[in-house]
């Protein structure tokens, strides 16, 4: 009978325990903060159907996130093995888990399904509609991340798939409520746009991190298409049709948000003046709470636009009546 050496398992010890810090560090629990944008999805149902106000809804709430961050999770640990090879040309994400060689990567793609069929199967709980929410994240973190396709690589797509997410994250609040109420179309696209908006902001300040047109090129293939030039004129675009949009959200659904306008231009300046910094912090959303600036103005906007989901004010119908009725108009 072969005897276990206590020296090799002691030596062993510390090496299976980086492997497992460096499978969870894919996971990029960190990241995770970016799904605040499934609580606009909750409160705005809530706001346009009451009846949904229930016992059972903290529980939905806390099992729904709990879905949505693992689905966000199993993309992520697709993104950190697809891309490890290009993140080794990046200043920073080189000592991604991936990128500096610690992960075991068939352990990996077996991590990626797992989360992924655990945070299904949780959505799968709370209603049907969520279900096929989270499968749609998921297939999209497919569709950026995964050759052929992997639009990650193509200009203006991968800022387009990539902030689809967004309107996804949105519908996935609309579902954890169970709500019975059609998700507006006008917000769905004003909520994709505001999300291409940060995204490309994101690029902006990627593309000037680089000094080496050569290592800038290996490391995210779109950038040798786009220019300063026309990830700020792609970022005027996602702006202005963002704002178009929830307009009309507004409008026809909640007239009350439109005393929020001038706080929501407050946060998307503020963001984008983000981007002319050295070393961006444009660069790494996860990290944005820590912007006092930033979080002054998303901390106003957000609280004022809750209110105002909720708080009916009479007074607007008169300041803003109608110019033209649809009679005169013909």
Not at 84 to 93: C, G, V
Not at 241 to 262: C, D, S, V
Not at 298 to 319: E, G, N, S, T, Y
């Amino acid at each position: 009978m072969t005897r276990l050496n206590p020296r090799e398992n002691v030596a062993k010890s510390p090496v299976l325990r980086s492997r497992l810090r460096a499978h969870f560090r894919i996971s990029r629990v960190d990241h995770l903060i970016k799904n605040v944008f499934v609580l606009p999805g909750i409160l705005i149902s809530l706001s346009l159907d009451h009846s949904k106000l229930t016992s059972a809804l903290p529980f939905h709430i806390l099992l729904g996130l709990l879905s949505v961050c693992l689905v966000s999770s199993s993309n992520y640990v697709l993104n950190e093995v697809l891309d490890a090879t290009s993140d080794r040309e990046h200043p920073s994400k080189r000592a991604r888990a991936a990128a500096s060689g610690e992960v075991n990567v068939p352990l990996a793609y077996c991590q990626w399904i797992v989360l992924m069929l655990i945070g299904v199967g949780l959505a799968r709980v709370i209603s049907v509609q969520l279900m096929f929410t989270m499968l749609a994240l998921w297939a999209m973190g497919c569709v950026y991340n995964v050759p052929p396709l992997r639009t990650k690589d193509l200009p203006y797509l991968d800022v387009l798939t990539e902030a689809v997410n967004n309107p996804i994250r949105l519908l996935a609040g609309w579902y954890i409520t169970r709500s019975s109420v059609v998700p507006p179309i006008s917000l769905v696209i004003s909520y994709w746009m505001i999300g291409c908006y940060f995204m490309a902001i994101k690029r902006y300040a990627e593309y000037r991190e680089f000094t080496d047109p050569i290592s800038r090129n290996r490391y995210r293939k779109s950038f040798s298409y786009y220019t300063e030039q026309r990830l700020l004129i792609s970022v005027m675009f996602y702006g202005s049709h963002a704002m178009l949009f929830f307009g009309a959200f507004i409008m026809r659904y909640r007239f009350e948000l439109i005393l929020a306008f001038p706080l929501v231009a407050v946060v998307m300046a503020t963001y984008l003046s983000l981007a002319f910094r050295p070393d961006s912090p444009a660069q790494r959303p996860e990290s944005l709470h820590r912007d006092k600036h930033l979080m002054v103005a998303v901390v106003a906007c957000a609280a004022v636009m809750i209110l105002l989901l909720f708080v009916d004010i009479p007074a607007l119908q008169a300041i803003f009546p109608p110019s033209i009725s649809s009679g005169s108009a013909r």
